[in-house]
């Protein structure tokens, strides 16, 4: 009993490490994203009904500030402006602020603020301290993305550890499951991931990975094209490009699988049974036109849980294959069904660690066309039942 509390209060320990681990993420990101974004676009949206003037540049130049590996460019530019009789001065040229690479294109923008030169800016009635030159956003806006990433990690910390804390609460106060009771009539099989829910998920991922590395492949072309290469960094990118270009074709591939036959699979009994026959029928809802092979096997596993925390590994051993349909026949692929025997010595489905899992494998070979890999779990039980 002493060893059962010692254990729940190192996992609340281990808990509030992590929600706090996590948190600072999230604080770090939400911050940053309130200031590089949200506080940008709400002052856009505000700078539409702000008062447009003239004003009188009275310096403009480029900034440069140097970090530990690099150098930044900023737009500094004064001017003054009137409003109801009184006059002003301000420093801001555009809503996002700080520096960035690319000095080539602070210039340009310099060049058309010369001293004394009489330029059109937008003054905020209600506060006539604040214009703004340039109140229009630019795709260095993008940058605002990059704190989601925090946002994310830290966001989905908490939760993965809050829940994982709720179904441990769950574990230890709940009575011990009941034995699963076996299926003796057929069972239509679904499959463990639809096609739907692997492209929006493949879809989601290639978004999330892609926005973030075009901003910082954005910022490289922009380097590139003003003279001032970076190959060190372009070589870092180069990989993270091509993860990104093949979530990409993953993502279309997956797009054009929506569109394949669906495979219907009815297995009798429901619950296998070691060391009994098995009856599997297959069906496609269009006729299993354009798929030229179909193969189906059964197949089980035994999953090893390792490490703790963060570190939980799993290790997947097979340790049987039984192939059960492996056909190209025409007259077969559309629909039919096949008999089997579940080995005697077949380990039983079990949710305990070392688990044991089992599932039928299906691969539909469609000609020319992204082919169809889908799995079904079963449930095998020891043939020794009383």
């Not at 706090?20 to 604080?27: E, H, K, M, S």
């Not at 380097?223 to 060190?232: E, Y």
């Not at 069906?283 to 798929?291: D, E, I, R, Y």
Request: proline share 6%.
């Amino acid at each position: 009993m002493a060893t059962r509390s010692s254990s729940r209060r190192n996992q609340v320990s281990q808990a509030g490490c992590l929600v706090a681990f996590f948190g600072l993420f999230f604080v770090v990101g939400l911050s940053v994203f309130y200031f590089v974004t949200v506080r940008p676009v709400m002052l856009y949206a505000a700078a539409r009904s702000w008062q447009e003037t003239t004003c009188t540049v009275l310096s403009s130049e480029v900034g440069s500030h140097s970090g530990s590996d690099s150098t930044t460019y900023s737009v500094d530019v004064v001017y003054t402006y009137n409003f109801e009789g009184r006059e002003f001065q301000a420093k801001r040229y555009g809503f996002l602020g700080g520096s960035s690479s690319g000095r080539e294109g602070k210039e340009e923008i310099v060049a058309r603020y010369p001293p004394g030169a009489r330029v059109t800016c937008w003054i905020d009635p209600s506060h006539p301290d604040q214009a703004v030159l340039n109140r229009e956003p630019s795709l260095e806006w993008l940058v605002g993305l990059i704190p989601l990433v925090f946002l994310l990690v830290g966001g989905g910390g908490i939760w993965g550890v809050l829940h994982r804390r709720q179904q441990f609460r769950d574990a230890a106060s709940s009575p011990p499951p009941s034995p699963a009771v076996p299926v003796t009539g057929p069972l239509e099989l679904k499959p463990a991931a639809t096609p739907w829910a692997k492209f929006f998920g493949l879809t989601f991922v290639t978004l999330f990975w892609d926005g973030i590395v075009s901003v910082f492949v954005f910022q490289a072309v922009r380097m590139w094209r003003a003279g001032s290469p970076v190959g060190c960094m372009s070589l870092f990118l180069l990989p993270f490009v091509l993860i990104g270009l093949v979530l990409i074709f993953a993502a279309l591939r997956q797009l054009l699988v929506l569109f394949n036959p669906r495979l219907h699979l009815t297995l009798t009994p429901g619950t296998l049974i070691a060391g009994a026959s098995g009856y599997l029928q297959w069906s496609f809802g269009s006729g299993g036109g354009g798929v030229r092979r179909l193969t189906i096997v059964l197949e089980g596993w035994e999953e090893t849980r390792t490490g703790q925390g963060k570190n939980v590994h799993i290790d997947r051993a097979v340790f049987i294959t039984l192939t059960l349909l492996d056909t190209r026949q025409e007259i077969e692929i559309p629909g039919g069904s096949t008999s089997f025997t579940v080995p005697s010595n077949a380990r039983p489905s079990s949710p305990d660690s070392p688990r044991i899992r089992w599932a039928l494998k299906t691969h539909c070979d469609i000609a020319y066309w992204p082919d169809s890999d889908d799995e079904y779990e079963v449930v095998v039980i020891s043939g020794r039942q009383s």
